[in-house]
């Protein structure tokens, strides 16, 4: 827990300043090459091991993002968007039938590739729809990333005091339903205060409030997910390049389910 809390204390600040200082071009190619990483090491959970296969999938990813960049609020922009937030419902569906996909076969291999793609690139707009999309986008962002942080926290602190009741025993033993109500508590906190502070009030911030809600069960959704694909890959982090936090993956599971619902939340919103 001490190296969890250093190394937190270390890349908050980091994470922080970019979003908040750094204009959204700069964001996207700092964030892209992160995200691409991540992608690295879900390629190795999923047990491709020659490394210039590896490699060629990832500059295809980048290749595509660099497109959607291009053109960045048009059809395909949004689409990618509202397929990110489709495809954490078919991830939902998915947790309730852990075996599915289990089997190392060729196909299954693919499907997992496809979803790599959804979970990557989505997210990756997404973050980037808010950041320079809306007014006080960057301020949007931190909140939407802040609802994540903070819910993990209150997930973690209510699971070790309260948790009794197993989550998804299959999937991820150390979950508990106490944890659920624990992020959803903690981030309910965080969610009227942040709305308010941008300024919003009644309806407004009620709506917001109610969006902030939906994206921390999408939050719990990415974690879950990514703790289903590491049981099947008989792993226990994606990584090691965080001292007691894992890979890069592990550390955004999270984020990559919450980033599509907060920006297609917010968008429907200010519609």
């Not at 190296?3 to 908050?12: C, G, N, P």
Request: one cysteine or more; aromatic letters at 12%.
């Amino acid at each position: 827990m001490k190296t969890r809390i250093l190394t937190a204390l270390v890349l908050a600040p980091i994470a922080i300043a970019l979003i908040l200082l750094v204009p959204t071009i700069v964001l996207a190619a700092i964030t892209g090459a992160v995200f691409l990483y991540a992608l690295w090491e879900w390629t190795r959970m999923l047990g491709l091991r020659g490394n210039s296969v590896r490699a060629l999938l990832v500059t295809a990813h980048g290749l595509v993002m660099l497109g959607l960049w291009l053109s960045r609020g048009s059809i395909w922009w949004w689409g990618v968007v509202l397929a990110g937030v489709a495809w954490w419902l078919v991830a939902a569906l998915w947790l309730r039938h852990f075996s599915f996909g289990v089997a190392p076969t060729k196909e299954n291999t693919t499907f997992k590739l496809a979803a790599g793609l959804l979970i990557v690139v989505p997210a990756w707009c997404s973050l980037l729809q808010v950041h320079g999309g809306l007014s006080h986008g960057p301020w949007w962002t931190l909140f939407g990333l802040m609802l994540v942080w903070v819910a993990d926290s209150g997930a973690y602190l209510a699971g070790s005091r309260w948790g009794t009741t197993k989550l998804a025993p299959r999937i991820s033993p150390g979950k508990t339903w106490a944890g659920v109500y624990g992020a959803l508590a903690a981030s309910a906190v965080v969610g009227v205060i942040g709305a308010w502070l941008l300024g919003l009030r009644g309806t407004a911030l009620a709506g917001v409030f109610l969006l902030a809600m939906l994206t921390v069960l999408a939050s719990i959704v990415g974690d879950l997910f990514e703790s289903l694909i590491k049981r099947h890959a008989n792993v226990k982090d994606s990584g090691d390049l965080f001292p007691g936090h894992g890979g890069m993956f592990d550390r955004l599971d999270s984020v990559f389910a919450a980033l599509p619902v907060w920006a297609a939340g917010l968008a429907l919103l200010r519609a």
